[in-house]
């Protein structure tokens, strides 16, 4: 399993569009993805759930990706946030 610390930079945080892209990136991979924020643990791959953390505008979440794509898993969804998640 591989972790790591990222924060959201989008301005409305994770609303639905940045929400379905994050999961769209995650969907393309076999291994478990999930984020913790505060005291939730949200799948990645399911839009309802990031909806549900209820991520805001500099928050900081942690990503966990387990599973036999978990390194590039995890390179392509931090790259995704850093990036914007298309906004």
Known sequence: M?????????????????AGILCKEAMQFKSLITFTFRESTANAKSVLSVLGACV????????????????????????????????
């Open 2 to 18: 591989v972790s790591q610390k990222v924060t959201i930079k989008n301005p409305t945080g994770l609303h639905l569009r940045p």
């Open 56 to 87: 805001k505008c500099g928050d900081e979440v942690e990503f966990f990706c387990e599973g036999e794509d978990e390194q590039d898993a995890l390179k392509t969804l931090i790259a995704a946030v850093e990036g914007g998640l298309g906004e």
